[in-house]
């Protein structure tokens, strides 16, 4: 059997769901209250976990946190990854601890800039109203009883992300009642009216012995004997999925108390959040039918066998149905359709041949059925969606099946599938908000994607069934692609649809010195067989590539070819971006694939453009030889190497038991000393190899604890501090303006603090001994001059620095003056 259809991509792909008797009971129970909570903060890992487990698993209350960010502009404790990418891997990681909780996540459209001071800087990158419309949507869509804040409007959080948070919360329990506020909303939703609004207080996290008696006090520290776990270890299950920020946490157990203040709200609660909230069914014209039977099913339910309550939850289905519930409450609707599958132990598994399916290829789908019950299972029809939303009926490919399913017998089937766009330009498999380059804010077509956690499942098969005699059942299932490893047995991945070519630039960015030609080599990849056309390489007119563009032949699938062109800069100091196109007959291809993979998330991928950001620059140095211990994760190392620098990348046995005198120049990564707890033990051996004649360079480095230092990293005492300054654009103050590193072998100017992106400096020192220089000073507004963003120390016959300035983000982004400031200090 041979269909066409279209297939975007679905970034989560999760295993199969599979519950014990004791989850389905509890299911069960949560399907029998109706009342919901929205969870409101700034950041992947801002939430409260214990919080959320309690409301989901003992109020059984529908939960969800809305985080106003991805997190794109934090710090990356497991890997390279910034910006977006960051954003994509901190998104999976709020879905893989929802996935423990059992809360559901949303986010606004807000892109994370990285730290704020105050709301008034975070709402002139954000634009407030575009944040506020969101929120508010989401209020409309979820429609909670309660929103309850992490942070406090009065800038108690610190962070003005959080400040906005709490800000946006507050005025949107509002607007979200108003029919004059974002009408264009009400096209698709309804006003909504929250009945109260509390702050989770965090008093007691900065003073221990804060007066909390104004305030409601709940214990969220109980346990969940369905479960086999307390709230406390659910939350640290929870919060370690926060791998990439380093939260892993020890469980706790025993009572664990949370306070709360009412913002808003008619009617004061006094002993509990829900006070004089109907939370049951009776809160619906004639849910009291509901809520008998449901009290029923689960007075009766049979933990070794739980498809004996089948019967039962089709007579709920029944009776939804006629009181019209199925449609004015889908989401209960939903969750009693799962509910009786899960009954069934019905196992339903669509994966793809490869984990790539290319346009223009054929691929195969293999479906697995099994019916792990002795309830009558029928398979009726798999349906194929196309990619984009609201296509018409016909654009949709079913097939009839009419599979029976027996009890406990596998069925096996296979068809082929060729992937193909319907339109010309459209954006492979993009993550929805990644479709335009953001700015402040992502940019989404689509307003009523806004909220999503990620892409909807466009590359899903909606199968349709009966279980028993009658019930209909409709579900989804995205489509993954499922393999083995020795050591860590089944994974599941996501099908991605691709372009039939993949382009890719070895470097984000390339440095060219004083005008000197450089070759830039672009590698594709044929991702189909028999694939012929012609890389184009299109520049700026005072910029000049040979040969401007090569034909290729790839004869096989995954093939690869690499293609070189000699770029010449123009004369003088000069920023361009290259960009790079495929033409394949009358189709133009212009994407990279870029793929990010962690144990703790599915694989994640999408399609940036294929383009290099090229920099023209003089520069003078003299050392070529550098050692360089990575850290937490960046690319200064290979930014080094661009501009003629052989660096060495060491470890810590190359620091305990290596010759450093062989490295002029020596480089610790970023949080190198939190990431490598013993090198602290080598300290001495560093401070003799400066002392011999050794330059050694120390970017930034934490004393929190996620990363404890318990003794200094100087040679001299100073302090890590958590000062920072975060306008990238702060001016440049020169302390001591005649200093080496400011005038040799480059001299440094205001210029060259340009076009820095997202903040100066983070963790600058602290309770600087008197013998250190500093030769720059920052300030964000309204502030006082900070000066310890640079330390420099003649020590012996070497020179020692620390710095908290951002490298390993600007020489990323092709910062010149980065360049130049730290080829100085490479130089002294």
Same mark, same amino acid.
């Given at each position: ?9 679905? /970034? ?26 929205? *969870? ?19 109020? #059984? ?85 309660? &929103? ?31 029919? =004059? ?52 270890? &659910? ?32 009617? =004061? ?23 008998? /039977? ?61 984990? *790539?399916?290319? +346009? ?44 029976? +399913? ?5 069925? &096996? ?31 989404? =077509? ?119 062109? +000699? ?30 993979? *962690? ?22 140095? #003299? ?19 661009? &501009? ?102 480059? #001299? ?48 012996? #016959? ?31």
């Amino acid at each position: 059997m041979y269909f066409l259809f279209y297939l975007p991509v679905c /970034l989560n792909a999760q295993s199969v769901k599979n519950y014990s008797s004791s989850r389905i009971l509890l299911e069960i129970n949560k399907f029998k209250t109706c009342a919901s909570v929205l *969870y409101i903060a700034a950041h992947p890992d801002d939430e409260n976990t214990r919080l959320i487990a309690y409301l989901e698993n003992e109020l #059984k209350v529908r939960t969800a946190y809305l985080s106003l960010t991805r997190g794109d502009g934090g710090q990356n404790l497991i890997g390279p990854e910034q910006g977006v990418d960051l954003g994509l891997i901190r998104s999976q990681e709020l879905l893989a601890a929802r996935s423990v909780d059992g809360a559901e996540q949303f986010f606004t459209r807000a892109y994370d800039f990285g730290y704020s001071k105050n709301p008034d800087e975070t709402f002139d990158n954000w634009n407030k109203d575009s944040i506020l419309s969101d929120v508010v949507w989401v209020i409309r869509k979820f429609k909670p009883d309660l &929103i309850i804040t992490r942070f406090g409007s009065n800038g108690s959080g610190g962070h003005g992300h959080h400040t906005a948070s709490a800000i946006l919360a507050e005025e949107a329990f509002e607007a979200a009642a108003d029919p =004059k506020r974002f009408s264009w909303q009400l096209k698709y939703v309804d006003t909504w009216k929250t009945q109260r609004l509390f702050y989770n207080s965090t008093a007691r996290f900065r003073n221990p012995e804060a007066d909390m008696s104004g305030l409601l006090k709940v214990d969220v520290g109980g346990y969940n004997s369905l479960l086999g776990l307390s709230y406390g270890e &659910i939350a640290a299950l929870s919060r370690s999925m926060h791998k990439s920020q380093g939260f892993g946490s020890a469980r706790q157990r025993g009572e664990n108390f949370e306070y709360f203040e009412q913002l808003k709200g008619s009617k =004061k609660a006094e002993n509990s959040l829900f006070d004089a909230v109907d939370v049951s069914w009776k809160r619906y014209g004639k849910g009291e039918i509901i809520e008998q /039977l449901v009290s029923k099913v689960i007075a009766d339910f049979d933990i070794n066998h739980p498809d004996a309550s089948l019967k039962k939850l089709y007579e709920i289905q029944n009776q939804m149905i006629r009181l019209g519930f199925d449609k004015s409450l889908p989401h209960k609707y939903e969750e009693l359709l799962e509910i009786q599958k899960l009954c069934t132990g019905l196992f339903i598994d669509v994966t793809a041949s490869e984990p *790539y399916l290319p +346009l223009g290829s054929e691929g195969r789908l293999r479906f697995e059925f099994i019916n792990r019950t002795e309830t009558p299972v029928v398979i009726d029809s798999l349906r194929l969606p196309g990619c984009y939303k609201g296509l018409s009926e016909h654009n949709m490919f079913d097939t009839t099946v009419n599979l029976k +399913l027996n009890p406990n017998q596998p069925v &096996i089937l296979t068809i082929n599938v060729k992937p193909v766009f319907q339109q010309e330009n459209k954006t492979f498999a993009q993550p929805y908000w990644l479709e335009e380059v953001p700015d402040g804010v992502f940019k989404i =077509k689509d307003k009523t994607k806004i909220g999503m956690p990620e892409s909807e499942f466009y590359n899903s098969v909606l199968i349709t069934g009966k279980l028993g005699q009658s019930a209909k059942f409709s579900s989804e299932y995205s489509i993954k692609y499922k393999w083995v490893e020795p050591d860590k047995g089944e994974l599941y991945r996501p099908a991605v649809i691709t372009p039939p070519v993949i382009i890719h630039f070895d470097e984000n960015v390339k440095v060219f010195t004083n005008s000197e030609p450089r070759e830039i080599t672009v590698n594709l990849k044929s991702m189909v067989e028999n694939l012929e056309g012609t890389l184009h390489l299109n520049l700026p007119s005072n910029w000049r590539s040979e040969p401007s563009q090569q034909s290729f032949k790839l004869s096989n699938r995954n093939q690869e070819i690499r293609l070189s062109f +000699l770029i010449t800069p123009p004369d003088n100091d000069n920023e361009a971006e290259l960009k790079a196109e495929v033409r394949l007959l009358n189709k133009t291809y212009t994407n990279d694939l870029k793929e990010i993979k *962690y144990d703790h998330i599915p694989v994640q991928n999408w399609f940036p453009a294929a383009e290099v950001k090229m920099l023209n620059l003089k520069l003078n140095k #003299k050392k070529v030889k550098i050692g360089y211990l990575p850290g937490a994760g960046d690319k200064v190392a290979e930014c080094l190497e661009q &501009i003629g620098y052989q660096v060495r990348i060491l470890d810590l046995n190359d620091i305990a038991n290596g010759n450093l005198k062989e490295y002029p120049t020596l480089i610790t990564g970023v949080r190198a000393f939190n990431t490598h707890r013993e090198l602290i033990q080598y300290k001495n051996k560093l401070m003799e190899y400066v002392a011999q004649g050794g330059n050694l360079i120390i970017q930034y480095n934490t004393n929190s604890w996620a990363g404890p230092l318990k003794e200094t990293i100087g040679p001299l005492p100073f302090n890590i501090t958590r000062t920072r300054v975060t306008d990238e654009n702060a001016t440049a103050i020169f302390l001591e303006p005649e200093h080496k590193v400011l005038n040799t072998p480059n #001299k440094i100017t205001s210029e060259d603090f340009k076009g820095w992106i997202q903040e100066r400096g983070i963790y600058f020192a602290g309770d600087i001994d008197s013998s250190y220089q500093c030769p720059l000073g920052f300030s964000d507004k309204g502030e006082e001059i900070e000066k310890g963003s640079l330390l420099i120390l003649p020590y012996g #016959k070497g020179h020692y620095s620390y710095t908290g300035l951002v490298f390993f983000r600007e020489l990323p982004a092709g910062v010149p003056g980065a360049f130049r400031l730290i080829t100085n200090l490479i130089e002294m």
